[in-house]
T-cell receptor
Framework: QKEVEQNSGPLSVPEGAIASLNCTYSDRGSQSFFWYRQYSGKSPELIMSIYSNGDKEDGRFTAQLNKASQYVSLLIRDSQPSDSATYLCAVTSNSNYQLIWGAGTKLIIKP | SQTIHQWPATLVQPVGSPLSLECTVEGTSNPNLYWYRQAAGRGLQLLFYSVGIGQISSEVPQNLSASRPQDRQFILSSKKLLLSDSGFYLC???????????FGSGTRLTVV
């Protein structure tokens, strides 16, 4: 069973600090990795994609990928209350190219 | 630009009634289409996906079915709803194998 693991949280971070969200996956052949943000009652929204080892930055968001350790993370700098949401990690299956989803980490940014 | 439409936004249906949820995609052709369900406080459960007209793959056996009558139209149906069918239903699409999914706005279904 191919899996994606995330800490369910909630992860509480003070406003202005760095929020660090982590995800591990079991399919060693996975090639594409995604972070989605889901506000309560809304549909998931793609915020970051990463395909190569290392860091990818987009504004306040940085995705980090380490394929050897089967680990992907999302850093949110200068956290804002509007960043409070559930963050879903998703990984492409190497066998059928469908996304395998983590259960999500609930992030709370405290003013 | 590509957009995905999903309706209705909310639905309250009695047990045993039929269901039809529709999803359409604009601005692309031959998308991969997906139906997911998310129970309250839970993760995403893949129900069906389709790589082309008339091609449906079912991931989880249940009393739901899906159809793709046109290239950019994906329909989720049930003949008789159960209480356990309540949840947040999401349609999604992607361009090709290495891309992320784009989700519709979702349908919140409550079976009473």
């Amino acid at each position: 069973q191919k899996e994606v693991e995330q800490n369910s949280g909630p992860l509480s971070v003070p406003e202005g600090a760095i929020a660090s969200l982590n995800c591990t996956y079991s399919d060693r052949g996975s090639q594409s990795f995604f972070w989605y943000r889901q506000y309560s009652g809304k549909s998931p929204e793609l915020i970051m994609s990463i395909y190569s080892n290392g860091d990818k930055e987009d504004g306040r968001f940085t995705a980090q990928l380490n394929k050897a350790s089967q680990y992907v993370s999302l850093l949110i700098r200068d956290s804002q209350p509007s960043d409070s949401a559930t963050y879903l990690c998703a990984v492409t299956s190497n066998s059928n190219y469908q996304l395998i989803w983590g259960a999500g980490t609930k992030l709370i940014i405290k003013p | 630009s590509q957009t995905i439409h999903q309706w209705p936004a909310t639905l309250v249906q009695p047990v045993g009634s039929p269901l039809s949820l529709e999803c359409t995609v604009e601005g692309t052709s031959n998308p991969n289409l997906y139906w997911y369900r998310q129970a309250a406080g839970r993760g995403l459960q893949l129900l069906f996906y389709s790589v082309g007209i008339g091609q449906i793959s079912s991931e989880v056996p249940q009393n739901l079915s899906a159809s793709r009558p046109q290239d950019r139209q994906f329909i989720l149906s049930s003949k008789k709803l159960l209480l356990s069918d309540s949840g947040f239903y999401l349609c999604a699409w992607k361009v090709s194998f290495n891309y992320g999914y784009t989700f519709g706005s979702g349908t919140r279904l409550t079976v009473v």
